[in-house]
């Protein structure tokens, strides 16, 4: 039975006829580049493909037969294909049916062996999702440099925020064993241009830099390399005490420097192509530069002096916030803006999309577009700490598309300072908290594995539409035939409000459950930091609810740039959906609809739980166009995330109807 483990990279028998069309686009695989071991598994992949869908073994050959699929670099290339070789850079690729020295081929070009698996893998998509193969015409080249996962796996194998299941990588028999499962990880990432992953957890543990794991991550790194996959690590920043023995960590003293200095050639002496650090400093009591007097760049200047001359990068996050915070948003721009310009050139400072945490929705982070002089690389959450963990069906292409597409005030879009082209940034980065594990489907329920497709998506292409990446990645995982597929889109597309409506409407963020972030606790307001408490965040009462963050209050609007604080500032001018997260307002506030906010506020989380229930409905109805097995899981989740909507709906209306003491909106149903 189907179970998910094939991810979007299936390669189902197609029908009768795309089978016999394809026959004529894949007769022969013919190698006009350098061997190589990406070379191999580029040819391998198209193999597999073809076999899977047309049904046939493929040969490999060197002669220019018709319809050969060509790879082909620049140095290598058959004789009377002129092509725009610099418009791909190192790791694009161009796809296009042409007539070669007579011949009817396809050729997949590219500069880089890496390019050319990334444009197999192109090709087979352009299959999988019915492309005409007979005249297929297509160019990508990465927009971002840098398209990382991060996973927050401990060395005992528990994911933090993991809901898959334990840790891919299995520590204990590393380096000896290999799962053959490090191979298909790694051809999912290259399918989707993914290129570094970080192994471990940003709350990380001191050992993972120790000789023994350093082999361990090497043999990881050896898996991934002829994938394009580099690996990273997240350093400990009190590693030189715990490890070394020295009394401090403080980054200006020099038998600090000089520890990790030697700490970075001991690691490139066994990963020679080590991608670099990944470090949460002073932030949710990790240790870091603050605890001697220093700060952010400080701090990551010196990890990336000892990693500069092996071409390594630091990746330093902007994640901070105190305990005794007045406005816990306003933290990270606080403490990294004024540094801009102060950083390494090989140090990135990576930023969440929203100022609090990964919630359902945030406004951006105000640092994109703050801080010219600086790399910032975008992360985002794959996997959902805060909505519904991989038993709600949220789409999170809306979400990261969202963000990017945000007009920062400071002259582009989020897209453009990740891209790096707002300020002429040459390092950009994007990325990602990974949402697998050792579950059979990886991501612990099947369409869980869309949101690390569309991250691997848009990390390369930042202004894909998230409704686009959606028709891919169900036709390549579902089915492609159209109305199918469009049905699997919509339902998708409307599942990450259907969260925000049901969880958090209006602005409103962080009601979620203490510790575990899983269900409501809008009611909690006794845990030992203020600013973990809901009641801090939606600080409803009598008067009214939503965190004033006006120049009235926090003025953490301030932090935006003018044209879009101004906008923000007045509640007329702030967009429904950020409303609380900025005003606080009284509950007979008219709201645009003609509703009191009281009223909009119960409509919203009705809305939550009618769009799941819709959502219920038309999964019911693709039951024909789906394998039983993937059906009935999905619609099993659908259950629970139905059940589960309606218990956050009627918590969040019954206890906030407790603070604003009013009557329910005639015709609504009382909380249960
Ligand atoms: C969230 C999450 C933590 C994580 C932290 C981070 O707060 O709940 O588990 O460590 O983000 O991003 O560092």
Redesign the pocket.
């Known amino acids: 039975a189907e179970d998910g483990y094939d991810l979007w990279l299936r390669y189902r028998p197609l029908d009768g006829a795309a089978q016999a069309r394809l026959h004529a686009q894949a007769r022969a695989v013919v190698l006009a580049a350098p061997a190589s071991p990406s070379l191999d598994a580029a040819v391998a992949e198209l193999r597999r493909g073809v076999a899977g869908m047309a049904g046939r073994e493929i040969a490999v050959s060197t002669r220019l037969v018709p319809g050969a699929l060509v790879l082909a670099t620049p140095g290598q290339a058959p004789a009377g294909l002129v092509l725009p070789w610099a418009d791909l850079g190192r790791e694009g690729w161009l796809l296009r049916r042409q007539t070669l020295q007579g011949r009817d081929v396809t050729v997949i070009a590219a500069n880089s062996d890496i390019g050319l698996l990334y444009g197999s893998f192109a090709w087979l998509r352009a299959v999988q999702t019915g492309a005409d193969l007979a005249r297929l015409d297509q160019r990508s080249a990465p927009k971002v440099g840098l398209r990382l996962l991060n996973h927050?796996d401990n060395l005992d194998r528990h994911v933090?925020?993991g809901y898959a299941g334990a840790s891919l990588w299995d520590w204990w028999k590393l380096p000896d064993l290999l799962d053959p499962r490090y191979v298909d990880y790694a051809r999912a990432n290259a399918s989707l241009g993914i290129n570094g992953a970080v192994l471990n957890n940003?709350?990380a543990k001191a050992d993972s830099l120790t000789a023994p794991f350093l082999a361990k991550a090497a043999a990881l790194a050896g898996v991934f390399r002829p994938y394009g996959i580099k690996v990273y690590l997240s350093a400990r920043f009190s590693a030189p005490v715990e490890l070394g023995g020295l009394k401090t960590a403080d980054p200006l003293d020099p038998a600090v420097r000089a520890w990790w200095k030697a700490k970075a050639d001991e690691i490139y002496a066994v990963i020679p192509d080590f991608g670099g650090f990944l470090v949460?400093a002073n932030?949710?009591g990790q240790p870091g530069p603050q605890d001697y007097g220093r700060n952010h760049a400080d701090g990551a200047n010196m990890l990336a002096e000892a990693l500069g001359p092996h071409g390594g990068v630091v990746m330093w996050r902007a994640?901070v916030y105190a305990a005794d915070a007045s406005d816990r948003a306003k933290q990270g721009y606080v403490e990294f803006q004024p540094l801009d310009g102060k950083f390494a050139p090989n140090v990135i400072v990576q930023v969440k999309n929203g100022p609090i945490?990964?919630q359902p929705r945030e406004p951006f982070h105000p640092l994109f577009g703050a801080m010219p002089h600086t790399p910032l690389a975008l992360e985002v959450q794959i996997t959902k700490?805060y909505l519904g963990f991989s038993t709600h069906l949220a789409y999170l292409g809306p979400l990261f598309a969202e963000v990017l597409q945000a007009d920062t005030g400071h002259g582009g879009k989020v897209a453009r300072v990740v891209d790096g082209s707002l300020h002429g940034q040459r390092l950009t980065a994007m990325a990602g908290v990974a949402n697998i594990g050792t579950d059979r489907n990886w991501s612990g329920s099947q369409f869980d594995q869309a949101n690390w497709y569309a991250f691997g998506r848009l990390a390369w292409d930042p202004d894909l539409g998230a409704a686009d990446v959606a028709r891919d990645w169900a036709a390549q995982t579902f089915t492609a035939r159209p109305a199918a597929r469009d049905a699997i889109v919509a339902l998708m597309m409307g599942s990450r409000e259907a969260v925000v409506d049901y969880m958090t409407p209006l602005g409103l963020h962080h009601l979620m459950g203490t510790g575990h972030?899983y269900g409501p606790a809008p009611w909690v307001d006794n845990l030992e930091r203020a600013d973990w408490n809901p009641v801090y965040f939606h600080r409803a009462g009598r008067d009214g609810i939503g965190f004033d963050r006006s120049p009235a209050g926090s003025n953490g609007v301030a932090q935006y740039a003018p044209s879009v604080a101004r906008l923000w500032s007045d509640p007329r001018t702030t967009p429904p959906e950020l409303l609380l997260w900025f005003h606080h307002l009284p509950w007979d506030y008219a709201m645009p609809s003609g509703r009191s906010l009281w009223g909009e506020l119960v409509a919203r989380y009705d809305r939550g739980v009618a769009t799941v229930d819709d959502m219920r409905r038309r999964w019911d109805a693709l039951k024909p166009e789906i394998d039983a097995a993937r059906h009935a899981e999905v619609a099993a989740y659908l259950a629970v995330q139905a059940h589960e909507a309606q218990w956050w709906r009627d918590a969040c209306i019954a206890y906030f109807q407790s603070m604003s003491g009013l009557p329910l909106p005639a015709g609504v149903r009382p909380p249960a």
């Open positions: 927050w933090e925020r940003v709350n949460k932030s949710e994640f945490d990964f700490e972030h």
